[in-house]
DNA sequence: ACCTGAACACCGTTCAAGT
DNA sequence: ACCTGAACACCGTTCAAGT
């Protein structure tokens, strides 16, 4: 089962497995050899230490986004790109506070902002609007998904009997508001937080597109 | 200089300093025990364990940010509260990772959503609007300082002779959007990824306005 | 070139013992 | 009640040794 040969690649692979699994305490150097059926000093000659890991790990990630094409369709383009952003990073729960901590770029991770930037700028926009408006989408975008992972519960609506059942009920006692946040909206129909994602994107866009558009910022 | 009585308190003031100082990866019990002059096992005393010292960490965070008033000045109070998220996140850089990972609300974390809620709501939104508006608002906040922790540098105009001159100009050749962005707008006098933060922050409190005001959402 | 075993300097935490 | 020392089961990593 594990790879005749090990490679660079394939460390990397089954480090980003064992994270899906086990979570980014559960990706020891230790039990990372032995998923490969290897020995842990064996990791050593394919990666330079557990730092160089993470950092290809998280370029691998980069690499999973759907870049935006630079044809002056930047709205859609980006929206496209910010969706593919939420997807990865679902699927890879432990990725976002990983990429809050590496500062060595990798090429994947230049190739990603550099599609970006070019996608704003080939529309048309200044050095100031691009700057502008690539930062706050993206804190929307990865704000949006760093809240995501914060919630207690999954959303959507079994949430809501969990909240008032599970005894966190008794927490809320005291605090006015979040018991009608959690009694009167939360389990609404048709509420979800993942909800508001698209539209909280296309609020954003809409902003960008309005600032541009006045020539604004 | 230690005090005399160890306590919670004390124990998790040092704590917050420590990680002030050294980073999440510098807490350890061990150091934190020697640097209030004390064995690393009197920790357990105060403290059921590390999970539960960092969970106290995180809810004095939350008691620190100035809570929005429910006076109905919605827009003001919550751009003032947002003012004062990112100013304490940026006193405690370690802070932001860390809420992430934490999934039991302590009382301040309670208190603080229960004020913005309440903020909202008084201000007359809806159930909806109060789940749209605070998703988007705090996905913008969190967001933002989400990449400020991640620039490779500070921002600011002397970024840009570092990024050219420090051989980080070479890894982006061959990137020539990024090239572009790094040449010609960095080092634009008045640039700054810092100053993007409250054109955002309106931008954001514009589209929630505009959507409240039709009564859309 | 690639893999290994033993060893080192750390972790968080348990437990029995001290005052 | 509060603090401690020794010990346990882990870490990442170095280094000399094997093939």
Redesign the pocket.
């Known amino acids: 089962m594990p790879p005749r ?2 490679t660079q690649d394939a460390v990397i692979s089954a480090g980003m497995a064992m994270a899906d699994e086990s979570g980014l305490d559960g990706l ?4 990372l050899a032995r998923r490969l059926g ?5 990791l ?3 990666v330079a ?3 160089a890991l993470l950092d290809l790990m998280v370029d691998r990630i980069y690499r999973e986004i759907e870049l935006p094409q630079a044809r002056g369709q930047w709205r859609a383009e980006l929206r496209r790109r910010s969706l593919s952003v939420r997807a990865v990073l679902h699927s890879h729960p432990w990725a976002l506070p990983l990429m809050e901590s590496r500062h060595r770029p990798g090429p994947a991770n230049l190739a990603y902002h550099d599609a970006n930037i070019g996608c704003l700028r080939e529309a048309g926009f200044t050095g100031a609007q691009v700057a502008f408006a690539y930062a706050v989408i993206d804190a929307f975008v990865y704000g949006f998904v760093l809240q995501e992972s914060t919630l207690p519960f999954d959303s959507g609506p079994e949430a809501a009997s969990m909240i008032v059942t599970d005894g966190f009920g008794d927490a809320l006692r005291g605090y006015a508001h979040m018991m009608w946040f959690a009694e009167q909206v939360i389990p609404a129909p048709g509420y979800s937080f993942d909800r508001e994602f698209e539209p909280g994107l296309d609020l954003v866009l809409d902003g960008i597109e309005h600032v541009v558009l006045r020539g604004a910022s």
Do not use: C, D, I, Q
Request: proline letters at 0%; zero cysteines.
């Open positions: 040969k090990l020891t150097m230790r039990a290897v020995e842990a000093m064996s050593y000659h394919h230490n557990k730092e």
